[in-house]
């Protein structure tokens, strides 16, 4: 982002001028009511819209009719006042904004949880945002018949960020933006995928894209998984690239780059503030038996690492449910995702372990939607009147093969799942 955060040049005055011009008189009618919010209608706010548009001014202007609309649209002149009030009120009692100030946070509280701007800023001065994944529970938001409502909610995240940092902006005499940092502790292929959120939320965010621009950063991706590339097209429709991305398979204490910025305490900090990270299950891959809970309307996977000639093996119960209810049971199911799937996308054959991996680079965004899974085990319902059941894959080329044990079938009930799972070296596999 080096020269990008630079106050606005004498020429880009000039063509802010020009606009303001053209739609003088909704500047003007904005001033008299009192309506001339700084974060949106001020210089610093049309220098980040004419850099979006690379200082074309009559793309500028297409983008600021727009923006006009979609104010009206969402009612924007109402949110915008009652946001810039709980800031007033954040800053008055000397606290950083909070999740709870946005709009309609109340309704949303028990399904979706994170830090909208941390404690301490990032080296930079940038306020950081800290999004852990698995306290985003897709579906109960959907279930909630509240769309409306969460909508809003969303929208209210991007104009208090436009409002904050214009604050931030002309306090410190450059355009700051947000470091973002996501969290993909604890999630599943199944709890990050729910086609009809996703749907209904890009089009929230297109919405968002038409109201604030530029306010974003670099963004850190922490603990991705296996299946992390699968997000990468999501985030780059849903997130401008102004920063860069940077993808990390851990915790980012050991990347210097990160620690520089947000410090060390402070993501230890970030680490217990997740609400619903499972507890780290061990010994699934030593041939230890593991008691798992899984929760209602959720699913469960483990997903193993293989190479050609390895073998995965597994053994598994439902445990017995309470007197006078039906035999509990879960939708068993294996999958093999190949290392293969995206050969024809030129992805470099190998990165440094110890370098962040920029996903734009990678192309990953582009690869994202050609991951197909193989089905290894047809999903089946198990109960625990079956008692335990086994298998055995041999794997025929590098991959990874995810095993699922899904209670989506049951919004009510949990099911306890005692299990194992082992994976066999080539070697050690009987002919």
Request: hydrophobic share 40%; aromatic share 8%; charged share 25%.
């Amino acid at each position: 982002m080096a020269g990008l955060d630079f106050l606005s040049t004498p020429e880009e005055l000039e063509l802010i001028g020009l606009l303001r011009t053209r739609f003088q008189e909704e500047f003007e009618s904005r001033s008299r009511d009192g309506r001339d919010f700084p974060a949106f209608f001020g210089d610093l706010a049309l220098t980040r819209v004419l850099r979006e548009c690379s200082g074309d001014l009559e793309k500028a202007c297409q983008w600021f009719s727009q923006f006009l609309l979609t104010m009206v649209e969402i009612r924007g002149d109402e949110l915008v006042a009652s946001l810039t009030g709980k800031l007033d009120a954040a800053e008055s009692a000397g606290r950083r904004v909070d999740v709870s100030d946005l709009e309609h946070y109340e309704v949303f509280k028990d399904h979706v949880s994170f830090i909208f701007t941390a404690d301490q800023f990032a080296t930079s001065g940038d306020p950081v945002t800290y999004l852990p994944a698995c306290d985003l529970d897709k579906r109960a938001i959907i279930q909630s018949g509240e769309w409306q409502k969460y909508e809003r909610f969303v929208i209210s995240m991007g104009l208090m960020r436009a409002i904050e940092l214009d604050r931030l902006s002309r306090k410190e005499g450059r355009l700051a933006r947000a470091l973002m940092i996501l969290d993909l502790y604890g999630c599943t292929l199944s709890s990050l995928s729910c086609g009809e959120y996703d749907r209904a939320y890009e089009k929230t965010v297109q919405h968002l894209q038409k109201l604030a621009v530029q306010v974003t950063g670099d963004i850190w991706v922490l603990n991705t998984p296996w299946f992390g590339h699968r997000i990468f097209a999501v985030l780059k429709r849903t997130l401008p690239k102004l920063g860069s991305i940077f993808v990390v398979s851990g915790n980012g204490s050991s990347e210097a780059a990160l620690v520089r910025q947000v410090g060390v305490a402070q993501l230890a900090e970030f680490e217990t503030s997740r609400r619903r990270a499972p507890k780290l299950i061990v010994g699934e891959l030593r041939g230890e038996r593991v008691e798992q809970l899984v929760r209602q309307g959720s699913t469960f996977e483990q997903s193993v690492a293989v190479k050609p000639g390895q073998a995965v093996t597994w053994a598994f119960l439902v445990a017995p449910g309470g007197f006078a209810l039906p035999p509990p049971d879960v939708e068993f199911s294996v999958a093999a995702i190949w290392e293969d799937f995206g050969q024809e996308k030129q992805v470099p054959e190998q990165v440094p372990d110890d370098c962040p991996v920029m996903a734009w680079e990678l192309g990953l965004e582009t690869g994202a939607e050609d991951v197909t899974e193989e089905v290894v085990v047809g999903a089946a319902k198990i109960s625990s009147l079956d008692g335990e059941t086994s298998g055995r894959f041999l794997a025929p080329k590098a991959g990874v093969v995810v095993l699922r044990w899904s209670n989506g079938h049951n919004i009510l009930r949990s099911k306890a799942l005692h299990f194992k799972v082992a994976l066999q070296e080539a070697d050690q596999v009987p002919e």
